[in-house]
């Protein structure tokens, strides 16, 4: 299959994008496989925003599960797995490379980060919000029509969520990325019937730090937090839930002591709507000053390599079978 030159300007292919999804659907089988292959790279469109199909009624409530970590995660010298020198370091860059696995019906979670490379190196034109929550919305219909029975989790939120580093993925099963970079949880709220139809195990939420950056209150945000996990019992009530607190900065506009009374409140949410938090403040913290440890930000908001891995730790903590869970607090 031809691939348009990333060089090529952003423009409107409507009849296109149309063309591309009935490809990819075609090809989904790919998904099926136990291991895929690595990950590719493509260019914007402009297709706008297209409507996802309601899904059935769930089938059984799901229960809360554990909500913290291990008291002592590993030494995080550095992630076991290597960084590739070549990836994508712009949401230009990302999203074209997102296009082109969804064109050959793969998922982009699977592949390596340098795939594609020739096809998205020189992106500069920067995606709408609308054009991501397009193809968002496509990678999930993809991911719904090729998941069969493979364990599925899905990374909702921001662009914490969206440049979750696909090597330090967990390779026992699919991923959805559904983060997009400056998203609000208002924001969240209003796209997450783009995976409705997806059948997850686990649904990993963090939003959130770009409502305070934008001024919004601690009620609103909270009000908001709040609706999404409801939402998302009544969408996907076979999933584990889990929220994960709100994460430390170093920016002095958003002092510790406001995020830690937020995910205070956000606890009390959780537990009242049943689902798990997971509070990771206590890790990203400096243990004096309460502000994000250096070692894991790359700009004081974003999450380095070390950031990742450390998060990683309590998503594959989290997600083992709960007796492995109880084992090992008896140990």
């Known amino acids: 299959m031809a691939i348009a030159p990333a060089s090529d300007p952003l423009i409107s292919r409507t009849s296109a994008a149309s063309a591309l999804v ?17 990950i590719p790279p493509n260019r914007p469109s ?9 899904v059935a009624t769930p089938v059984r409530l799901s229960e809360p599960i554990a909500a ?17 020198s070549i990836r994508p370091q712009s949401g230009a860059q990302q999203y074209q490379q997102r296009w082109a696995a969804l064109q050959l019906g793969l998922t982009y979670t699977r592949m390596a980060a340098d795939s594609f490379h020739p096809q998205w190196a020189t992106a500069t034109q920067q995606p709408t919000y609308e ?3 397009s193809l968002l919305g496509n990678e999930a219909r993809a991911m719904a029509a090729g ?5 599925l989790s899905v990374l909702v939120g921001d662009s ?6 696909v090597e330090q993925l967990s390779r026992d099963r699919f991923w959805l990325n559904q983060g997009i970079s400056g998203d609000t949880s ?35 945000l909270l009000s908001n937090l ?12 076979q999933a584990q839930i889990l929220v994960y607190s709100i994460l430390p900065t170093r920016l002095p506009a958003l002092p510790p002591e406001r995020i830690y009374d937020i995910n205070q409140n956000l606890e009390a949410i959780a537990r009242q709507q049943k689902v798990a938090y997971v509070d990771l403040q206590r890790f990203f913290a400096e243990e004096t000053s309460g502000i994000l440890r250096h070692d894991l930000t790359t700009d004081g908001i974003h999450l380095s390599r070390q950031g990742y891995a450390l998060w990683q730790w309590a998503i594959g903590y989290l997600t083992q079978p709960p007796q492995a869970i109880a084992l090992d607090r008896q140990g």
């Open 68 to 84: 913290a970590p291990s008291p002592a995660p590993p030494l995080l010298l550095a992630p076991t797995t290597p960084p590739s």
């Open 147 to 151: 998941q069969g029975s493979n364990r």
């Open 226 to 237: 709040s609706q999404i996990m409801q939402q998302l019992r009544q969408d996907h009530p």
């Open 131 to 133: 054009q991501w929550v």
């Open 186 to 220: 208002a924001g969240v709220l209003r796209r997450l019937s783009l995976f409705q139809n997806t059948r997850p195990t686990e649904i990993h939420l963090m939003v959130g730090i770009n409502d305070l950056r934008r001024g919004a209150s601690n009620a609103d």
């Open 22 to 38: 009935s490809r990819s659907m075609s090809r989904l089988p790919r998904l099926q496989r136990a291991e895929a292959a690595e």
């Open 160 to 165: 914490i969520s969206q440049w979750f580093p």
């Open 46 to 54: 402009q297709n706008v925003a297209q409507p996802v199909n309601s």
